[in-house]
């Protein structure tokens, strides 16, 4: 059975930091691009970052950018997200999600892990 | 920053026709998804590339993209298409989702 299973979601203090994982089975890992998104609590999805199957380029939400960074360790077929700097906003259910048919009219997010929360408060 | 704009919400009744639209610039030169999320539960692919069903996807879901217009198609809703719709497309460099929308069946 394709899977994907994230952990790591906690109540943080602002400015901590927090790594999530998302463990892939199911699926040959390292031939997919890896994507991480959100959704704070009642809200819609917004797409946080993305990494290409090999690791060799990432892409980041602005609001993310210079705080979070994306990863990967195919050999554990496992995805990461490290989250620095947190902010009270960052308060979310964090999925990490399968990308298919990347062409230059886009790709989609065929495969969804169950999410993990993120609740950053004081 | 590109932006996919939904209606909030649409309401059907039940075994009628329900279309949620998704709108964005030159949005019929990229590819449009749709996704079905229920409460508490992760978001499933409807739609693909425009107009294709992922396998296990009823033939009730279609969807068509032209003009700045994305649309999905529900053909005789049933009570469990119930739901929050999104669309998704990619502007050439970050992946965007329109706001949602709430389909009630009635």
């Known amino acids: 059975e394709v899977q994907l299973v994230e952990s790591g979601g906690d109540l943080i203090q602002p400015g901590g930091s927090l790594r999530l994982s998302c463990g892939a089975s199911?699926?040959?890992?390292?031939?997919?691009?890896m994507h991480w998104v959100r959704q704070a609590p009642g809200k819609g999805l917004v797409w946080v970052s993305q990494?290409?199957?090999?690791?060799?380029?990432?892409r980041y939400a602005d609001n993310v950018k210079g705080r979070f960074t994306i990863s990967r360790d195919n050999a554990k077929n496992t995805l990461y997200l490290q989250m620095n700097s947190l902010r009270v906003e960052d308060t979310a259910v964090y999925y990490c999600?399968?990308?298919?048919?990347?062409?230059?009219?886009?790709?989609?997010?065929?495969?969804w892990g169950q999410g993990t929360m993120v609740s950053v408060s004081s | 920053s590109y932006e996919l704009t939904q209606p909030p919400s649409v309401s059907v009744s039940l075994r009628q026709t329900a279309s949620i639209t998704c709108s964005g610039d030159?949005?019929?030169?990229?590819?449009a998804s749709w996704y079905q999320q229920k409460p508490g539960q992760s978001p499933v692919l409807v739609i693909y590339e425009d107009t294709k069903r992922p396998s296990g996807i009823p033939q009730r879901f279609s969807g068509s993209n032209s003009g700045n217009t994305a649309t999905l198609t529900i053909s005789g809703t049933q009570a469990m298409d119930e739901a929050d719709y999104y669309c998704?497309?990619?502007?050439?460099?970050?992946?965007?989702f329109g706001g949602g929308t709430n389909l009630t069946v009635l």
């Open positions: 999600a399968r990308e298919i048919g990347p062409s230059n009219k886009g790709g989609t997010f065929d495969i």
């Open positions: 030159m949005l019929r030169n990229k590819y």
């Open positions: 990494i290409y199957n090999d690791g060799s380029d990432r």
């Open positions: 998704q497309a990619w502007d050439g460099s970050v992946w965007v």
């Open positions: 199911g699926f040959t890992f390292n031939n997919y691009w």
